[in-house]
């Protein structure tokens, strides 16, 4: 799930590699990735895990996808300026769908430049492809769910102490879902923008190796990170709260805890 710059680079020229760069245009526009095409993942924004609204998302991605040009026959990388929430993002939504060879950039094209490796400025088309798929259920997370086990469940909120306290307003309510505990996303990640190793984020996840996880932010977006993290550090029963507390905050009828 996490490639180096000495990887990807090593597969640049490969026809099968399709490189994804999650940033904003103006950022992809001042340099990038040779190759990489430019899919600013925040502007795809999720927030209702009704049935519907799951169904919806499903289709959107699908669309969204096949517009990028990713099918399950390429090794699909993404990459943000860091190695941040948007890329890990990408990652998540494709193993959400299955696709076999995804990765992301550690280090970002922040530690990309600092190794003077070749950066394009001439923006590259996309190859649009029929994504489809397969739904992987196991590893996204609906509001009923979390609700209806809220005490089986660990829930990890990704967001700052902040957000978590409810001192940062950011939905109709603040605070957040209870019983859950606060880990930042932010300590996935040393200062240099690449992520901590295995034996550091062991520490950060002290949490037992059998237990079932739910990682939620504002829109899933850090929640993501964590769940990288939690998978490369072997969790196996992890999932992301899709609508997170963009959703959850503005359901008046859904337990606080500040």
């Known amino acids: 799930m996490i490639i180096s710059t000495s990887e990807l680079n ?15 245009f103006k950022e992809y526009s001042k340099g990038h990735i040779p190759g990489a095409v430019n899919l600013d993942l925040f502007a795809f924004h999720w927030i209702d895990t009704s049935k519907e609204g ?17 099918d399950e026959k390429k090794k699909v990388i993404f990459y ?6 948007l890329a890990a993002r990408g990652v998540w939504m494709s193993l959400y769908f299955s696709h076999p060879d995804v ?7 922040k530690k990309w430049q600092k190794e003077n490796l ?12 029929n994504f489809i798929g397969t739904i ?7 509001f009923e769910n979390i609700r209806d086990n809220l005490d089986s469940l660990t829930i990890i909120d990704t967001r700052s102490t902040g957000e978590y306290d409810g001192t940062i307003l950011r939905a109709a309510q603040g605070g957040h879902i209870p019983n859950s505990i606060n880990i930042d996303w932010a300590l996935n990640i040393r200062e240099d923008g690449t992520f901590k190793d295995d034996f550091e984020l062991s520490k950060l996840y002290d949490i037992p190796k059998d237990s079932k996880i ?9 929640a993501a990170s964590s769940f990288l ?26 337990p606080v805890e500040k």
Do not use: H
């Open 10 to 24: 090593s597969v640049l020229e490969d026809q099968r590699t399709l490189v994804i760069d999650t940033r904003s």
């Open 214 to 222: 739910v990682t939620y932010c504002q829109g899933a977006y850090r």
């Open 80 to 85: 943000d300026e860091i190695s941040g929430m």
């Open 229 to 254: 993290m939690l998978k490369k550090l072997g969790f196996e029963n992890v999932q992301v709260y899709l609508g997170s507390w963009g959703e959850w905050g503005n359901k008046l009828d859904l």
């Open 103 to 109: 990765s992301m950039l550690d280090g970002g094209f």
């Open 118 to 129: 070749e950066i394009q400025t001439a923006p590259n088309s996309f190859e649009p492809t």
């Open 54 to 70: 799951i169904e919806n998302f499903n289709k959107q991605t699908q669309m969204l996808f096949s517009f990028a040009g990713i």
């Open 136 to 142: 992987n259920p196991s590893i996204i997370s609906g």
